[in-house]
């Protein structure tokens, strides 16, 4: 038997600065096939309204055929249910909870958009495909993000292969039936690719993309609609040259956008792009954050981005093997770069829009290249992450071009019923803990310090009285441990520990306390 590995790391989610509750990473050990093929862009993981985590990963088998696997935990990282859909090659890329507990799918059957409704044991309910015909051209269409708007309709957007790659939106009913279906093209070259789409608090629709095709200027691109899918305007924004995809819309109180790309430099470097938009479309700047020399990954790019708190976006993606966090504010400043030790990459982001967010993906796990393991994260920017390395980047700011052309076209699509292509049954699974941190305050207070910081052989911690010190090198390995009755100063030997960073927990009566401790 084979199995695939979901690895759960987690940190509560405050502010920057704040108290944080313990931390756990873990993996969760799942039963499946054996396979060395894998989808891993084609992955989601979403908060549910309970707290529990929803997470879909798809992989290929031989054949042409697709597994989907579900799994659901509790917010501490307990699988609580898991199940498979296989069918022939599709693809999910975003999952959407109803309001009766039910899941909405969107993705991709062979060359159709797809839609999946299955209830909350992952039993199926609906299964409908949209595939333009009339025109004599046969092109793969997918949806890449969905947003459920009142009355449990949908809206959606995607992108078609024909007619010079073209951007696709469209309204559906909770059920599959098609409402209305439009072809975009923005800007002056076409090449449309929508990947995100949000709804404004008006109930007019904005949805994002970016294009890269060779030849062809790369551009990023926003459109607006009315609730009922009627055009407003267009913005296009060329870059100098870069190449960038993986489009994530980010809408700021006051209605104010945030564009958050993946871009590729000819060198194949990769970058994280954020574009500034009013609310009108019109561009207030563009910054790029160029990974740094000390960076293993230079090869890293964003895959996914949150907005917290309004006022922070974490944005989150992967290299080879390494994932990365990275935190900035609205205009673009660089708060942290982390390189996470976990064999993941990042490329879902769900949150629920204040201070608390996940991170998910997937890729091959400790048993090898005959498992999968998707990842889950948790965080707490505020707290050491474990095994992590700080960084920090460049950046480059310029005020982009626009372009306003656009047009659209009402295309002939047919929805089939697919039900019988698929099937869905129960899976298992179970955790496997890696770590558990006891909470601790960020920073030892005024009243407790630890010196010489940096040391060489003997710090001592003095102010309180102590109860216990727990020292963690970077990778969150205990290196030393030791339990006191109230006294005031503790001297410790560091001088056996490598040079490095090292995490530092003091037990009081006042509670767990945390501070750095940085080894000469």
């Given at each position: ?70 799994v659901r935990t509790t917010p501490a990282g307990d699988p609580v249910q898991q199940w498979e859909v296989s069918a022939p090659y599709f693809d999910i890329n975003k999952v959407i909870e109803m309001s009766d507990g039910s ?399 090292y995490h530092v927990r003091i037990k009081t009566a006042d509670g767990w306390q945390g501070s750095k401790l940085v080894k000469e």
């Amino acid at each position: 038997m084979s199995h695939r590995l979901i690895l759960l790391l987690s940190h509560a989610a405050v502010s920057l600065t704040a108290c944080a509750q313990t931390s756990f990473s873990k993996w969760i050990v799942q039963s499946g096939d054996s396979v060395n093929v894998y989808t891993l862009d084609h992955m989601d993981l979403e908060r549910l309204s309970n707290g529990d985590l929803l997470n879909c990963t798809c992989r290929d088998l031989v054949g042409s055929f697709t597994k989907c696997r579900f799994v659901r935990t509790t917010p501490a990282g307990d699988p609580v249910q898991q199940w498979e859909v296989s069918a022939p090659y599709f693809d999910i890329n975003k999952v959407i909870e109803m309001s009766d507990g039910s899941f909405a799918c969107f993705g991709r059957l062979n060359y159709a958009a797809l839609y999946l409704h299955l209830a909350v044991d992952g039993t199926l309910l609906v299964a409908k495909t949209y595939d333009i015909t009339g025109i004599g051209v046969t092109a793969p269409w997918s949806w890449h993000d969905a947003v459920q708007d009142p009355g449990g309709r949908f809206t959606l957007a995607g992108e078609w292969a024909g007619m010079s790659w073209t951007g696709m939106i469209a309204r559906i009913e909770a059920d599959g039936t098609l409402i209305t279906s439009n072809a975009i093209q923005v800007g002056t070259a076409g090449f449309t690719f929508f990947r995100s789409v949000a709804r404004l608090g008006n109930g007019d629709h904005i949805f994002c993309g970016a294009s890269n095709y060779p030849g062809y200027q790369p551009k990023t691109y926003l459109f607006r609609t009315d609730s009922v899918l009627t055009p407003i305007w267009a913005k296009a924004y060329p870059d100098s040259g870069y190449n960038y995809t993986h489009a994530k819309l980010l809408v700021l109180p006051g209605n104010e956008f945030r564009i958050m790309l993946r871009e590729t430099d000819p060198n194949f470097i990769r970058s994280t792009l954020m574009v500034a938009a009013n609310f009108l479309g019109n561009p207030i700047w563009a910054r790029r954050r160029l990974p740094p020399s000390d960076f293993p990954s230079m090869t890293t790019w964003a895959k996914t981005a949150q907005l917290v708190n309004g006022n922070t976006i974490v944005v989150a993606g992967s290299g080879s093997p390494e994932s990365f966090v990275q935190v900035l504010n609205t205009s673009g400043d660089e708060l942290l770069l982390r390189e996470l030790d976990i064999p993941s990459p990042l490329v879902s982001c769900p949150g629920d829009g204040t201070t608390d967010f996940h991170l998910g993906g997937a890729n091959h796990g400790p048993l090898g290249n005959t498992a999968l393991s998707i990842g889950i994260t948790k965080l707490d920017l505020g707290l050491d992450l474990c095994g992590t390395i700080d960084h920090s980047t460049t950046s480059e700011l310029w005020f982009p071009s626009v372009e306003t052309t656009w047009s659209s076209t009402i295309i002939p699509v047919t929805v089939t019923d697919e039900l019988a292509q698929f099937t869905s049954y129960p899976t298992t699974a179970y955790p496997v803990t890696i770590c558990i941190s006891t909470p601790v305050n960020e920073e030892v207070g005024a009243a407790l310090t630890i010196a010489p910081n940096p040391g060489m052989d003997l710090i001592r911690i003095s102010g309180k009285a102590i109860e216990r010190v727990e020292v963690l090198d970077a990778t969150g390995r205990a290196m030393l441990a030791r339990s006191f009755h109230g006294v005031g100063n503790v001297d410790l030997d560091i001088s056996s520990f490598d040079r490095g960073l090292y995490h530092v927990r003091i037990k009081t009566a006042d509670g767990w306390q945390g501070s750095k401790l940085v080894k000469e």
